[in-house]
Nanobody, 121 residues
Framework: QVQLVESGGGLVQSGGSLRLSCAASGSIDSIGDMGWYRQAPGKRRELVAT???????NYADSMKGRFTISRDNFKSTVYLQMNSLKPEDTAVYYCSSEAILVGSMEVRVYWGQGTQVTVSS
C-alpha cells in the first residue's frame, strides 16, 4: 500500500501564504503524476494543480500565478506553495499520487487524508 501524509495546513489571513507538503511512503516501485485537489464545504472536489514525474505542471485557472506546485522525487514528496491567499481558497486540500507498487504492473491513484486550509478575511 501507499500512504500519503499531508502537512502545512492551518489558519492564515487574507493575502498570506502557506506551503503544503505531502510525502508518499510504502512499498513503492515508482511514482507518476502527483497533484493537489481541494474541497470546500458544500462543493465538489476540484483540481488545484498537478505535476508529472518530469516536472510538467498544470494549474486550475484560478490558481495560476498564486500557487506553485513542485516535487522532490528523491523524497517522494510534492509541495504546494500558496501565495496571495483569499477567503475563497478555504478548503480541505488533498494530495494524490499515481504509484506502482513493488511487484505490481498496475498504476493506481492514492489519496492523502486532507489538510485544512482556512483563510480569514
Amino acid at each position: 500500500q501507499v500512504q500519503l501524509v499531508e502537512s502545512g495546513g492551518g489558519l492564515v489571513q487574507s493575502g498570506g501564504s502557506l506551503r503544503l507538503s505531502c510525502a508518499a511512503s510504502g512499498s513503492i516501485d515508482s511514482i507518476g503524476d502527483m497533484g493537489w485537489y481541494r474541497q470546500a464545504p458544500g462543493k465538489r472536489r476540484e483540481l488545484v494543480a498537478t505535476i508529472t514525474s518530469d516536472d510538467r505542471t498544470n494549474y486550475a485557472d484560478s490558481m495560476k500565478g498564486r500557487f506553485t506546485i513542485s516535487r522532490d522525487n528523491f523524497k517522494s514528496t510534492v509541495y504546494l506553495q500558496m501565495n496571495s491567499l483569499k477567503p475563497e481558497d478555504t478548503a480541505v486540500y488533498y494530495c494524490s499520487s499515481e504509484a506502482i507498487l513493488v511487484g505490481s504492473m498496475e498504476v493506481r491513484v492514492y489519496w492523502g487524508q486532507g489538510t485544512q486550509v482556512t483563510v480569514s478575511s
